[in-house]
């Protein structure tokens, strides 16, 4: 009997599912959108439902699925127990309880999603052989995730790879998301970066390409600073640095063998990467100047890769 | 028949040498002289000649060592193989192939030095079980090492924990001992406190109590700090700030159970520990304030214990 595999990527718009086959092998992936209204108490039950559809076409029941993995926006303890997802509504969500429900499958294995993201990427992203590597994703806020041993790395408070909320800038006045101060994604995520410019714009008052533009992006000031806009440049050339220099202190850390960029901002493409590039090595401990940097290339399928291979380790572990 | 481990902490002034029983006691330890001349050449047949003078006092011979376990101030390659070690004037010393020669012992392995005290310390600190933990040596220069899964982490360049050039401080303008700029050790390792301290001095032209005072080391100013002397105040808590930053910013990438302080300047105790304690909790992530900070307890003998572990950890790897 072929045995297959489910990678559930929860976001707060959309649901993507992917059905793995025992060969490591994505056989089908849908997408469905995120109903948030009743605390999310839809979730799960549509995202089962959009799994049977895929089982059908490849003629197969649950019973053939040895396990469940799920990417959440949020705090995940024990491995499937959801603590609290501000985004999906969750408060106190026993997946595993309630998956199993649903499905009778017993391994359900729940990762926060931009650890998934990183999972995914290292594992199925085409970047060879290693067995240690971080990954940043920027996109509208910062996420990241380490993988070390061919392992997520979860930490003592499950804060691993966490660096939206790396404390950069001890002096900063502005208070980060989280209440703290002078964290990595007020300058360097998509909302970051178009704070800053409309902060320099407004407090400067330079002249820029962008100056009567509505609904400014990060695209927008990424792609002015390619073609020299002075405001935009010193924008995104100080986003570059403290990304450069949170690579270089995670070096100092664990001198990882890889470092992926993802999300959104990641399609600025060369122009990013090499900016990234040049100044890592500018600020990197001698030694590690020639660590491996390369572009995230799963886009939004990393989450599904991540989360399914999450759960695929699981069962390998309990089974050795 | 008992059998035994040695572990050596070659260091740029004395060799510390730790006989263990495989019981992982520590039986018998010495110090010798470090003999720099003639590039270090002397080093390892002194060291030699101290093991057997050990060995003898327990009335066994070579026979009974299963392994030595090696920390060396410098960078290893290959667990045995030392590409440089500028204090003792090594370049290129296969330490596996000289010590076999000199005692028949097949299973040498080497660590850098503060690998070597950070792995000691974690292991008999009588810190409690936990399987990360991330040591931070404040001496002369600074030291780290980082425990993941109960091993010390080298990285993919060997630059794993080496939080002495962790790059804080990306506008400074003098250069640390590496030539890059604004790395940790300029601001909070003794030498890095004396030099700020005389800077501000200099600059500043603060009333200090320490004003006259010759021959300045990073005690005196500690003890200053304690005394509310402003100017010493002013230097002892940017080193603070400096440490706890970096502490948080390792917590973002691997979140360790533990960090623990030691070297010189964390015989400061409760002083410099509460303080380093306070600042970590502001500024690190939400999650993770609650991350234990303990001072080390081994002193000097962690190198011999984190060696000799080192060598035990790699023989039973072998053996399983």
Known sequence: MNTYYIGLDIGGTAIKIGLFDNNDELKQKTEIPTRLHLSGAHILSDSVEACSKLLDTEDVDWNSVQGIGVGVPGLVKDDNYIVRCVNLGWENVDLGKELYALTKVRNVRAINDAKAAALGEWWKGGHGQCSSAVMITLGTGIGGGVIMNGQIVNGAFGSAGELS????????????????????????????????????????????????????????????????????????????????????????????????????????????????????????????????????????????YGAVKYVMDHIKREAS
Do not use: W
Request: hydrophobic fraction near 40%; charged fraction near 30%.
């Open 165 to 304: 909320h790396f404390p950069l800038v001890p002096d900063e006045t502005e208070p980060c998301a989280c209440g703290k101060f002078g964290h990595l994604q007020q300058y360097a995520s998509a909302e970051g970066i178009v704070h800053q410019f409309c902060k320099k714009l407004r407090i400067e008052n330079k002249p820029t390409i962008l100056s009567n533009h509505e609904n400014l992006t990060a695209k927008n000031i990424i792609d002015a600073a390619r073609e020299e806009d002075k405001l935009a440049k010193e924008v995104f050339d100080d986003a570059v640095k403290k990304i450069a220099q949170t690579m270089a202190m995670v070096t100092s850390v664990i001198d990882p063998e890889l470092f992926l960029i993802g999300g959104g901002m990641s399609k600025a493409g060369d122009f990013l990467i090499d900016a990234i590039r040049k100044e890592y090595r500018r600020c990197v401990i001698l030694f590690s100047e020639d660590t491996r940097i390369e572009q995230a290339v799963l886009g939004n399928d990393a989450g599904i």
